[in-house]
């Protein structure tokens, strides 16, 4: 491995700007780390060139641990968007700059220099002074004087960002010849996902400090894992559809997707690319697709190859919802039409059409949107306020729906039809929460998001399971709810007081299992401690350390909620989220009856 | 040039005129009056008043005190500047504003202020003097007082220049090997050297004209501690007005021969630059 990367921590007043990354980049590889701006891809590229310090992890670069060694040491190439080139030297002195600090001779100066100048296209160039040269021409030198110390790996921060189309288009050409002509491992960084696409071996997608899926282009945007990689790499459909053992469902309608689904019917979040999408004059003409639903043409642009269309779909009943609607209620479809379809089918705005489906991904996420549940409309209104649930849900990209509830948390028998809540239950936080939320658990809810009042986006995430069987489905929430806020996630154990040794040493283990199946099934790190005592009392000590603190607990049966975690719950300060997993062998005994 | 593009100010006759007329009310005027002046004096006056042991010993003094002031006010006010534009810490802004104090006050004001700390009984003098150190009424006080008017002018120009130097730079030269001595020494120095040169050569020239505090704290002993601005000063009290006129005309013709050749360094630096460029 040319490049490993070990749970790179790097904070910024208190707040994770790169936040527990690992990652490992092979030799001659091409690696583009692509995020918005302020994701923490350029403090990245800046720990792994040395610049920048790291409160936790590890950096080896060609199995050489070099965390503590200094920039000047580290043997890489740096190039900054903006040339970063001395003005007061020529070309031929800035190229030289790593050969004249390593006290070569000049002889072997001007020939390293002939041949880098050769190498970038600009032969002949030697005497210039930066201010005489075109942008794409300093960058080029940039790049050649990056290389002069034949360093073990190039790290390039935006290098196009200033340069205009053109210039950029033949910059990034030579670029990836001079990569490929030396075999030199190189990491870009950049927030144009196009570019990414036209130059990555390998893309590494970051969001909020934390590196959310690593893969090859093609795989990062067909079979995205996760909801943000999904809209970021080019456009996305996000709908809400229904899965079963029968396969995905919107609306009323069969998908004919075929997956092997979960017994009990849940909603999933699913992927449409526009250009997915078909656009019909009626069901009947649908050529190669299944049917979505009907719609009014909002929108034609013209593109050249391309014609982009958005479509208001109709209000029914058995309509599909989708998750991204924008803030006034619209319900928009993107597609994206090839010349031979516009010409099948000419389509102008106002115009109803049908629409169908070719293709969809469903995301592995379980949380695929947020109903609030409140005994009265005001409540719910409050509730829908909240600003940790505003952030969540525009970060997720994904529907609030409200639910009025009046029996909630009532001494009632059970009923049928509750369990229809659709995602996420969201309740307020309150004396009586435990209650709620038991009540809700009983009724066929799985996860449920409890807010107290003006809850903000918490620094820390503690996580904790009080039952081994609700640990993968505790990790996946925590995993989808990590990806969309800047905060820390802590696994927090614990073991009895005073526990006999065997247990000590299973204790660890625990934590270590925890860790890798973070990793391993989510992308995600987190940090491991163990606490002894009673669980909720250990955890409920934890949580009053500090402020700014959420926690994600998941139990295997509702009435923990009612005994032993009521305590935890009683007006929490902060957010809480409850998975809920019943246990393996109950579930078999279900089946089975 | 001729500019038949709108502009904000009108166009460029009007604009020429105003700065020749205004450059010769107020400066070249005077001027050329103080070298008709001296130019209409008997040759064997002019040589007494410019050449007497009493001038010649003043010259040294302002010369090089000067010099000196300006050398001291390049080294520290760079390390000044370096500071304000470099690094965030609590009273960065007041010590900011601090630094343009000696262009607000009347100059003797701060040649009293001077002498009140640094006199034999001073709040500093007193421990100089137990050391054998003695500012107040030497040359020490003199250059004393020339770097203290100098050194606004050395910091403000090369604050700016500093705050344009991108820390990719750095970045760029540490990534390639350089270690910070050689980094400050070719890439930092090189980008802001004309922007010390310029504040030098400003200090200079103010320290060079400087009369109301220095007179504060020289103590104006004829031969050692006596500035050719006072001396012009004296031969006015005394009614001499050929011999001030002289006087005058030796420190115009040689501030404008020592400023003149800093210009043409720079510029030539300048040329050197682009001529390699090409």
């Known amino acids: 491995m040319s490049i490993t990367l070990d749970q790179l921590t790097k904070r910024y007043q208190g707040v994770p700007v790169v936040n527990d990354v690992s990652l490992e980049i092979g030799d001659g590889e091409f690696f583009v780390l692509l995020g918005p701006s302020g994701s923490g891809k350029s403090t990245l590229l800046r720990a792994i060139a040395g610049l920048a310090g790291l409160d936790h992890g590890r950096i080896a670069l060609h199995g050489r641990d070099v965390t503590h060694v200094s920039a000047r040491r580290r043997g890489v190439g740096l190039v900054f968007q903006n040339y970063a080139l001395f003005r007061h030297m020529t070309v031929a002195e800035n190229i030289e700059f790593a050969l004249r600090v390593r006290r070569m001779r000049a002889a072997e100066r001007r020939q390293r220099r002939q041949e880098l100048l050769r190498l970038v296209a600009l032969e002949g160039m030697d005497e210039r002074l930066p201010p005489q040269l075109s942008g794409g021409q300093q960058q080029r030198v940039a790049v050649a004087r990056a290389l002069a110390h034949k360093p073990e790996v190039l790290l390039l921060d935006e290098p196009f960002g200033a340069l205009?189309?053109?210039?950029?288009?033949?910059?990034?050409?030579?670029?990836?010849?001079?990569?490929?002509?030396?075999?030199?491992?190189?990491?870009?960084?950049?927030?144009?996902?196009?570019?990414?696409?036209?130059?990555?071996?390998?893309?590494?997608?970051?969001?909020?400090?934390?590196?959310?899926?690593?893969?090859?282009?093609?795989?990062?945007?067909?079979?995205?894992?996760?909801?943000?990689?999904?809209?970021f790499l080019g456009a996305a459909n996000l709908i809400l559809a229904r899965q079963g053992s029968d396969g995905p469902r919107w609306g009323a309608w069969p998908t004919a997707l075929h997956r092997p689904g979960p017994e009990r019917e849940r909603e999933v979040v699913a992927v449409v690319r526009p250009e997915e999408i078909e656009?019909?004059?009626?069901?009947?003409?649908?050529?190669?697709?299944?049917?979505?639903?009907?719609?009014?043409?909002?929108?034609?642009?013209?593109?050249?190859?391309?014609?982009?269309?958005?479509?208001?779909?109709?209000?029914?009943?058995?309509?599909?919802?989708?998750?991204?609607?924008?803030?006034?209620?619209?319900?928009?479809?993107?597609?994206?039409?090839?010349?031979?379809?516009?010409?099948?089918?000419?389509?102008?705005?106002?115009?109803?059409?049908?629409?169908?489906?070719?293709?969809?991904?469903?995301?592995?996420?379980?949380?695929?949107?947020?109903?609030?549940?409140?005994?009265?409309?005001?409540?719910?209104?409050?509730?829908?306020?909240?600003?940790?649930?505003?952030?969540?849900?525009?970060?997720?990209?994904?529907?609030?729906?409200?639910?009025?509830?009046?029996?909630?948390?009532?001494?009632?028998?059970?009923r049928d039809g509750v369990a229809s809540l659709p995602g996420t239950t969201v309740i307020a936080a309150g004396s009586n929460v435990a209650t709620d939320?038991?009540?809700?658990?009983?009724?066929?809810?799985?996860?449920?998001?409890?807010l107290p009042e003006q809850a903000a986006s918490p620094q820390r995430v503690l996580i904790h399971w009080t039952d081994e069987s609700a640990r993968s489905a505790t990790l996946a929430v925590s995993a989808s709810v990590l990806r969309h806020l800047a905060a820390e996630a802590i696994y927090v154990d614990v073991l009895p007081e005073q526990p006999p040794a065997a247990d000590r040493s299973f204790g660890i283990r625990a934590l270590l299992d925890a860790r890798s199946e973070a990793r391993a099934a989510?992308?995600?790190?987190?940090?491991?401690?163990?606490?002894?005592?009673?669980?909720?009392?250990?955890?409920?000590?934890?949580?009053?350390?500090?402020?700014?603190?959420?926690?994600?607990?998941?139990?295997?049966?509702?009435?923990?909620?009612?005994?032993?975690?009521?305590?935890?719950?009683?007006?929490?300060?902060?957010?809480?989220?409850?998975?809920?997993?019943?246990?393996?062998?109950?579930?078999?005994?279900?089946?089975?009856? | 040039m001729r500019d038949s593009q709108p502009t904000v100010l009108p166009g460029f006759g009007l604009t020429l005129g105003f700065t020749t007329f205004f450059l010769s009310a107020v400066v070249l005027l005077p001027l050329a009056a103080l070298v008709l002046l001296a130019a209409s004096t008997p040759l064997h006056q002019l040589l007494d008043a410019v050449a007497s042991p009493r001038a010649l010993a003043s010259y040294r003094l302002s010369f090089g005190g000067a010099l000196l002031a300006a050398c001291i006010n390049l080294v520290f006010g760079f390390i000044i500047a370096w500071t304000l534009a470099r690094y965030e810490f609590p009273g960065r802004r007041l010590m900011d504003a601090m630094i343009d104090l000696p262009f607000a006050l009347p100059t003797a004001v701060s040649g009293i202020a001077l002498t009140a700390v640094f006199s034999q009984n001073g709040w500093l003098g007193s421990y100089l003097d137990?050391?054998?150190?003695?500012?107040?009424?030497?040359?020490?006080?003199?250059?004393?007082?020339?770097t203290l008017i100098g050194m606004p002018f050395a910091v403000r120009t090369v604050q700016p220049a500093l705050l344009e130097v991108q820390r990719d730079l750095e970045d760029a030269a540490e990534t390639l090997g350089a270690g910070?001595?050689?980094?400050?020494?070719?890439?930092?120095?090189?980008?802001?050297?004309?922007?010390?040169?310029?504040?030098?050569?400003?200090?200079?020239?103010?320290?060079?004209?400087?009369?109301?505090?220095?007179?504060?704290?020289?103590?104006?002993?004829?031969l050692k501690t006596e500035i050719t601005p006072l001396l012009?000063?004296?031969?006015?009290?005394?009614?001499?007005?050929?011999?001030?006129?002289?006087?005058?005309?030796?420190?115009?013709?040689?501030?404008?021969?020592?400023?003149?050749?800093?210009?043409?360094?720079?510029?030539?630096?300048?040329?050197?630059m682009v001529r390699r460029g090409q």
């Open chain 1, 522 to 593: 989510h992308g995600l790190e987190i940090r491991t401690e163990m606490r002894f005592g009673v669980a909720a009392q250990a955890l409920q000590q934890r949580l009053d350390e500090s402020p700014g603190h959420m926690l994600i607990i998941g139990i295997a049966s509702p009435n923990q909620l009612a005994d032993e975690l009521a305590a935890l719950l009683a007006g929490p300060r902060w957010p809480v989220l409850v998975v809920h997993r019943e246990r393996e062998a109950t579930a078999h005994n279900r089946s089975a009856a």
């Open chain 2, 180 to 222: 910070r001595w050689y980094v400050f020494r070719r890439v930092i120095v090189p980008a802001v050297l004309p922007a010390i040169l310029t504040g030098f050569t400003l200090a200079f020239a103010r320290a060079l004209g400087e009369y109301g505090s220095v007179i504060f704290i020289s103590g104006n002993l004829p």
């Open chain 1, 164 to 231: 205009d189309a053109k210039i950029r288009e033949g910059l990034r050409r030579t670029i990836r010849e001079v990569q490929r002509e030396l075999g030199i491992t190189t990491v870009l960084v950049t927030h144009d996902q196009e570019e990414a696409f036209a130059m990555a071996d390998r893309i590494g997608v970051m969001n909020f400090g934390r590196l959310l899926e690593t893969g090859r282009p093609q795989d990062l945007y067909t079979h995205p894992a996760t909801r943000f990689v999904a809209t």
């Open chain 2, 130 to 146: 137990m050391v054998g150190i003695h500012v107040a009424y030497t040359r020490l006080g003199v250059i004393l007082a020339m």
């Open chain 1, 279 to 414: 656009i019909a004059r009626s069901r009947e003409d649908l050529a190669s697709s299944v049917y979505l639903g009907r719609g009014v043409v909002e929108e034609v642009i013209f593109t050249g190859a391309l014609e982009r269309a958005r479509i208001r779909l109709d209000e029914a009943p058995d309509a599909p919802i989708l998750a991204h609607a924008s803030g006034d209620g619209a319900v928009l479809l993107e597609a994206t039409r090839a010349q031979f379809e516009q010409r099948a089918f000419a389509i102008s705005a106002g115009q109803s059409v049908t629409v169908g489906v070719r293709r969809a991904h469903v995301l592995p996420t379980p949380l695929s949107s947020f109903t609030i549940c409140a005994p009265n409309s005001s409540a719910a209104e409050r509730l829908a306020g909240n600003p940790l649930l505003l952030d969540l849900s525009s970060r997720m990209k994904t529907r609030i729906r409200r639910h009025v509830e009046p029996l909630l948390g009532a001494a009632t028998p059970i």
């Open chain 2, 232 to 272: 012009i000063v004296i031969h006015l009290e005394e009614f001499d007005y050929r011999g001030a006129a002289a006087l005058g005309f030796v420190m115009l013709a040689a501030s404008f021969v020592i400023l003149l050749t800093i210009n043409l360094l720079q510029a030539w630096g300048r040329e050197r």
């Open chain 1, 437 to 450: 939320a038991k009540w809700l658990l009983d009724h066929g809810v799985e996860e449920i998001l409890i």
